[in-house]
């Protein structure tokens, strides 16, 4: 069972610190011209299903978690840098997934579930 005796402490800076984040991702994006920030290169772009097992534990049943089931899911496999390179050059990796259950604002704007 995860602990229960933490408190989220909210910084008095944190509004200032996001802004800044902000500004030097805004500031990468501009210098690179290609759209985003990090994560330029999308490497693969795939249809999965995303299932919650029904022994799921009882404190972490909530949301999408609550009931066992499957629900569509994007992913999207990318290289962790701000520009495109090719695929013999050494860089991070990401990926990113999204399912019917959880629908992000502004990636892959006309995915509907099948």
Not at 17 to 42: M, W
Not at 44 to 63: C, I, K, N, S
Not at 83 to 103: D, G, H, L
């Amino acid at each position: 069972m995860p602990g229960t005796d933490w408190k989220e402490v909210i910084a008095p800076d944190e509004e200032q610190r996001f802004e800044y984040f902000t500004s030097v991702l805004s500031g990468i994006q501009a210098k690179h011209k290609q759209g985003r920030a990090l994560h330029a290169k999308g490497n693969l772009g795939a249809e999965a299903t995303f299932e919650v097992l029904p022994d799921v534990a009882g404190d972490a049943r909530h949301g999408m978690f609550d009931t066992p089931k499957t629900y569509p899911a994007l992913v999207r496999y990318s290289n962790g840098a701000p520009r495109r390179s090719t695929t013999r050059s050494p860089t991070s990796a990401a990926s990113r997934s999204r399912s019917s259950a959880s629908p992000a604002r502004r990636s892959s704007p006309g995915w509907r579930p099948r």
